[in-house]
């Protein structure tokens, strides 16, 4: 499977809200609390059941910017997630892990 | 263009930005149910009246609160009792918390719970499971809260869910008669790598029993605890005499099993009822809130002029049941306060 046809979930136990406009994540276990801009709140929304390129196009549909550009910084976006424990891969395609 | 469209405001010091976010959002980012004033042990220095009297919100009506808190912008949310494992719903209340996106903590005697249990709540999405331990002596332990087997079973259940992945937390109590032992159980938790909080206060009871202060630390009790430098005292920091004097109003309500929301546990005003009105209404028109808004810590001369006040935690719950007045000292607190500043004196 190829990266951007990965689905990604927010990880069970953190804890997410939009406070006025801005995507607040709490993840208490790592030591981590972060406030996302407009459009990394965009893309924390569409972390659905969407794919990376589904969520591209969102972005792209919602601010002015290419759907290349839009795709690699939703692939740098995801990694800092990952990284800090926010998102899991979707059950569903473990297997390209 | 990149990095602006992406960035995010990550802050070094999270309780800054925390305090920040809360600062400017529409509700407190946190928020403390008490599902059961009932409980299976009878530990004497509780401030959980007993036995509970005022009844017990349903699975029903919790899930709805929970549903409130989510829209209000609650992130972290604490589920406290009486003991909570004593409502064969427990796990489902987790989950609903969970897939409502709270980050769900759980504060627990563990001595009802056996791995299974602790497994369950795992997997419902609890984040932090946090237990009292009062000695690293089994017995001792045992006979304060009454039950014996109480303290493995705490253990058992703190070692298993931090296996799991999650937070284990401690808190203890240091009393008189277990002041000795807190270096030995904050060794402990060091060793099991459990993050823990050491409490020197113990409070009257919520409906006004002074019966728990009997356990209260003397001064030579807390120089010697605060000798150990790994107790740090939550509320030292320069105050003026416009300072605020505690959070209570400020941070997130605590709810009672009968669905009264209080500031805090130890301040017995009521807000209003959820079963009632929604809590946002309760919170954001609450006339008795807003009195403790405006409470500074010059609003008493002797707090305002006090030498000892870098040291104090002054606790307007405590005054209220000390002598009624909140804009007053207690004598509690400024024993305390004068009991720190001579420990850290001869650190
Ligand atoms: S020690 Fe007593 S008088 Fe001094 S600031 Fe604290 S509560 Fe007020
Ligand atoms: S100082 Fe007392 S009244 Fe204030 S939040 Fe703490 S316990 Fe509650």
Redesign the pocket.
């Known amino acids: 499977m190829d990266s951007i046809d990965r689905v990604y979930l927010p990880n069970p136990r953190i804890a997410y809200r939009k406070i006025n406009g801005d995507m607040v994540i709490v993840h208490t276990l790592e030591n981590k609390l972060v406030r996302l801009n407009p459009t990394a709140t965009v893309m924390w929304e569409n972390l659905d059941g969407k794919t990376v390129a589904e969520i591209a196009r969102e972005v792209c549909a919602q601010f002015e910017v290419d759907e290349e550009e839009a795709l690699r910084d939703i692939v740098e976006f995801i990694d800092h997630l990952i990284e800090r424990g926010f998102v899991e891969v979707s059950p569903g395609n473990s297997e390209s892990l | 263009m990149r990095s602006d469209r992406r960035e995010e405001s990550y802050c070094t010091d999270q309780s800054a930005l925390w305090d920040r976010i809360e600062a400017t959002a529409p509700f407190p980012l946190s928020a403390i149910i008490a599902v059961t004033e009932r409980c299976n042990l009878s530990c004497p220095h509780c401030y959980v009246p007993d036995p509970g009297d005022g009844g017990e919100m349903t699975t029903s009506q919790i899930v709805n609160l929970l549903d409130q808190l989510a829209d209000a912008g609650v992130l972290k949310l604490t589920y406290t009792g009486g003991e909570p494992a004593l409502r064969p719903d427990l796990a489902e209340l987790v989950k609903a918390a969970a897939t409502r996106h709270f980050e769900v903590h759980l504060k627990s005697s563990a001595s009802l719970l056996d791995l299974e249990d602790v497994d369950d709540l795992w997997e419902a999405g609890l984040a932090e499971l946090n237990v009292s331990l009062y000695s690293d002596r089994p017995e001792e332990h045992d006979d304060f809260v009454g039950l014996d087997g109480a303290w493995k079973r705490a253990v058992d259940s703190l070692t298993r869910f931090k296996s799991r992945g999650g937070i284990a937390r401690v808190s203890v109590v240091a009393m008189n008669w277990n002041a000795a032992r807190v270096s030995a159980i904050v060794d402990r938790c060091e060793e099991n790598d459990w993050p823990y909080i050491v409490d020197i206060r113990v409070s009257v009871t919520e409906d006004g029993s002074m019966a728990p202060c009997r356990f209260r630390v003397d001064e030579e009790a807390v120089v010697k605890l605060l000798a150990d430098d790994r107790l740090v005292s939550p509320g030292t920091r320069e105050k003026s005499a416009d300072s605020i004097v505690c959070l209570a109003g400020r941070r997130g309500p605590y709810i009672r099993a009968d669905g009264e929301v209080w500031a805090c546990p130890s301040l017995s005003w009521s807000f209003g009822n959820v079963l009632h009105k929604p809590i946002v209404e309760i919170w954001n028109g609450s006339k008795v809130r807003e009195k403790l808004l405006s409470l500074r810590w010059g609003d008493?001369k002797?707090?305002g002029d006090?030498e000892?006040?870098y040291a104090?935690e002054?606790c307007p719950g405590d005054a209220v049941w000390e002598h009624g007045d909140h804009e007053k000292?207690s004598e509690y607190?400024?024993f305390l306060?004068r009991a720190r500043t001579r420990a850290w004196a001869g650190r």
């Open positions: 008493s002797r707090c006090c000892f006040k104090c002054r000292p607190d400024c306060a």
